[in-house]
């Protein structure tokens, strides 16, 4: 296992939370969100969740 939890627990910036928004709105894929903004899948998903946003579920 190469990468940490460097950033474990770490508060959502507002510059996160537009990018997620971005992303969530173009229909990627949960995965290559979490990707985008190096944070886990289960934290982006918990963050969708919060704001109301819809992921793309991979088919």
Do not use: C, N, Y
């Amino acid at each position: 296992m190469a990468e940490k939890f460097e950033r474990h627990r770490q508060p959502w910036t507002s510059a996160e939370i537009q990018k997620l928004h971005t992303l969530a709105k173009k229909g990627m894929a949960l995965k290559a969100i979490a990707k985008a903004l190096t944070r886990s899948e289960e934290s982006v998903k918990e963050r969708a969740r919060t704001d109301g946003l819809t992921i793309a579920k991979l088919r």
